[in-house]
């Protein structure tokens, strides 16, 4: 988001959720559903792919 210039408040908005929700995706405190992830990437003008982190075993 912040390569594009892109605010979370504005994406929040977009997505009509709250500004901490929208930021707990950010921080990865919270997954956004599948129907929210392809919006997200679609508002962002990125594949939904690009969004998702890959887990990593904690004993790496």
Same mark, same amino acid.
């Given at each position: 988001? !912040? !390569?594009k210039g892109i605010k979370q408040v504005w994406l929040a908005e977009q997505l009509g959720k709250s500004y901490n929700m929208?930021?707990?995706y *950010?921080?990865?405190r919270r997954q956004p559903s599948? !129907?929210?992830l392809y919006k997200i *990437?679609?508002?962002?003008?990125v594949d939904a792919?690009?969004?998702l982190i890959e887990s990593r075993n904690k004993n790496d």
């Amino acid at each position: 988001m !912040e !390569e594009k210039g892109i605010k979370q408040v504005w994406l929040a908005e977009q997505l009509g959720k709250s500004y901490n929700m929208v930021n707990s995706y *950010a921080q990865n405190r919270r997954q956004p559903s599948i !129907e929210d992830l392809y919006k997200i *990437a679609e508002l962002l003008k990125v594949d939904a792919r690009d969004l998702l982190i890959e887990s990593r075993n904690k004993n790496d």
